[in-house]
């Protein structure tokens, strides 16, 4: 079973830092896509393909980064500048073909 632990997630103030990380179970690039999701909808955040291709949403661009390191099969989302409208439980999800495999979440919580 593939498993995905996020870490990283904690309180700072508006404009701070965070780095969240996802540590994957297996090669991550067994899988389509690895990436970054936000709220109980799970909308995108950020996510990067098995070629490298990086997709980063709308609200976060400029912002937020997603990078990997294939010796730790360890996705991470840098996130800067952080607005409170960014506060959120944020999940790592793993996609193969039509399944997405997912973390059990990190809280994110951006004071003003």
């Known amino acids: 079973q593939v498993q995905l632990v996020e870490s990283g997630g904690g309180l700072v103030q508006a404009g701070g830092s965070l780095r969240l990380s996802c540590a994957v179970s297996?090669?991550?690039?067994?899988?389509?896509?690895v990436g970054w999701y936000r709220q109980a909808q799970r909308e995108l955040v950020a996510r990067i393909n098995v070629?490298?291709?990086?997709t980063i949403a709308e609200p976060v661009k400029g912002r937020f980064t997603i990078s990997r390191d294939s010796a730790t099969n360890t996705v991470y989302l840098q996130m800067n500048s952080l607005k409170p409208e960014d506060t959120a439980d944020y999940f790592c999800?793993?996609?193969?073909?039509?399944?997405?495999?997912w973390g059990q979440g990190t809280q994110v919580t951006v004071s003003s």
């Open positions: 070629g490298g291709v990086t």
């Open positions: 297996e090669n991550i690039f067994n899988f389509n896509s």
């Open positions: 999800g793993a996609v193969l073909l039509s399944r997405t495999f």
